[in-house]
């Protein structure tokens, strides 16, 4: 049994969460565990917000935390499934085998300094505005309290954390499913910073992330115009037959597009111009409906584009070429799984926020516009049957789709402050963020012990997960040809 002490660092004073003789004696290994490596997590989380790089160019922030596991004692596989920034740590053998997950990417044009006013640490640049500078160093935190558990009481079993890139490109853990590097896991617990403490049943959206280029021929715009085929006309076409499509999809579906590439100068016609979209439905068969519409539409656009000329290959015809970038199927929840880690959530508890963790907090929020409630500081009863409809899309799904997965939430922001933000930026560098990240750790890590020490839960939660999938077997949506890459305007990057 262990007696945890407050730890004081750069005035951030992390007390203990719950008290050794609350807590059975593998789990208070694991909070103690935590509790020793807070300095270190802190630094680590620390460094990746400040140095906040992009999908698939993680190198520092994935490093330092594979660089963290391997000096543990963990067991490393690096650069894993064709991207150089993924990993896979291990420790142990045999089943269970409990999977943690790790992000670290940032969001482009997020730079914000941990203040409560919005101002960028360097203009125009990344920050990390979804908080997985928490997220990876969180789950390195639980996978190393996991191991020492394990070891201290004998536990049997397999501890895996996966370092997973480029999660807001929707990327990492699809490529990761597809060579199989789950096919093994018993659970995978996951947790993502939020604005509230809870474990959720929610769903999320299918999505398919594809740029489509289309080909003209240049000619001087003014000269002689007719001599060009604009791509850009063939840009515009598809986004406004795109935008006639909205009135007649489903509901719960979605389109989303940026234009990557629309010509150089004005007084040349476009002879490339690119564009980046998101289907989106509520399940993948009612996204995959959207997505073979818009297929028609690109090539509505592109002989529009070209008239009598399109097909002729004399005239310097091209077909619109698509480029699929990832497939995010919908989130299959498993209840057993949340309610595991619910009672672990409750049983570690909420983050210990200070009044001047507060205080940021309504800072934060009068700035943005909101009303000041601070943090939330309570842990939401569990709902098994929550509205049926989220707007977002996670690579998680994926998983959830091969092995028992749930996903825990912490409030490392302040009440409304959303994700992909300027406030959530500075949330995810402030002290509060820090120490409710620690709490993330511990939930986890005395999640998983219950994984290997609770034979019949992960029987219950195998058996839950078999019904569910069993009408939707999992298929990869980018092929064993496919190579992790991003849209060409951030390649050019």
């Known amino acids: ?90 420790f142990g053998s045999g089943e269970p085998v409990v999977a943690f997950l790790a992000e670290f990417d940032a969001l482009p044009g997020l730079s914000q300094k941990a203040q409560v006013s919005q101002e960028a640490r360097v203009p125009g640049e990344c920050g990390h505005g979804c908080g997985h500078n928490l997220f990876g160093a969180g789950s390195v935190g639980a996978g190393i309290a996991l191991k020492q558990a394990m070891l201290e009481h004998d536990l049997p079993g397999t501890v895996r954390v996966y370092g997973t890139p480029a999660e807001e490109h929707g990327i990492g853990k699809v490529w990761m499913v597809r060579d199989g590097m789950f096919d093994d896991v018993d659970v995978c617990l996951s947790w993502h910073p939020g604005d509230e403490n809870e474990v959720d049943v929610l769903p999320s959206k299918a999505l398919r992330s594809f740029e489509v280029t289309f080909s003209g021929r240049s000619a001087h715009a003014a000269g002689a115009p007719w001599k060009g085929v604009s791509a850009l006309d063939a840009v515009e076409a598809f986004e406004t037959g795109v935008n006639l499509l909205r009135e007649h999809m489903p509901e719960s579906a979605r389109i989303h597009y940026v234009v990557t590439a629309g010509g150089d100068a004005p007084n040349v016609i476009p002879s490339t111009a690119s564009i980046w979209l998101f289907t989106r439905g509520k399940d993948w068969p009612e996204q995959e409906q959207v997505f073979q519409h818009v297929m028609k539409i690109v090539e509505g656009a592109d002989l529009m584009a070209w008239g009598e000329e399109h097909g002729d290959l004399a005239a310097g015809f091209k077909p619109a070429q698509v480029q699929m970038f990832t497939g995010l199927y919908h989130y299959n929840p498993n209840h057993t799984v949340a309610r595991l880690m619910h009672r672990n959530l409750e049983l570690i508890g909420p983050p210990d926020f200070s009044e001047e963790h507060h205080a940021f907090a309504r800072g934060l929020q009068e700035n943005f516009g909101l009303e000041p409630l601070g943090m939330h500081a309570e842990v ?33 922001w302040p009440l409304e402050i959303p994700a992909h933000s300027w406030a959530s930026t500075a949330a995810s560098g402030s002290d509060g963020g820090k120490l409710a990240m620690l709490t993330a750790a511990k939930v986890l890590a005395a999640s998983g012990i219950d994984v290997l020490t609770h034979p019949e839960e992960v029987s219950e939660a195998r058996a839950e997960f078999e019904r569910a999938s069993a009408g939707f077997p999992y298929v990869s949506p980018v092929g064993p040809e496919d190579a992790p890459s991003l849209p060409s305007h951030l390649r050019a990057n």
């Open 1 to 90: 049994m262990f007696r945890s002490t407050s730890i004081i660092l750069c005035g951030l004073v992390l007390s203990p969460l719950t008290s050794a003789q609350e807590l059975p004696p593998a789990k208070a290994t694991a909070a103690a565990s935590v509790d020793a490596h807070a300095a270190a997590l802190i630094d680590a989380s620390t460094r990746i917000w400040e140095w906040a790089e992009l999908a698939l160019t993680e190198h520092r922030s994935s490093a330092l935390l594979a660089d963290m596991l391997a000096a543990d004692g963990f067991t490393m596989q690096r650069g894993v499934s064709e991207m150089e920034t993924a990993w896979v740590a291990s």
């Open 380 to 412: 939401r009863p569990f709902d098994p049957d929550p509205e049926p409809e989220s707007g977002g899309s996670t690579d998680v799904a994926n998983i959830s789709w091969v092995c028992p997965t749930i996903d825990l939430s912490v409030a490392n």
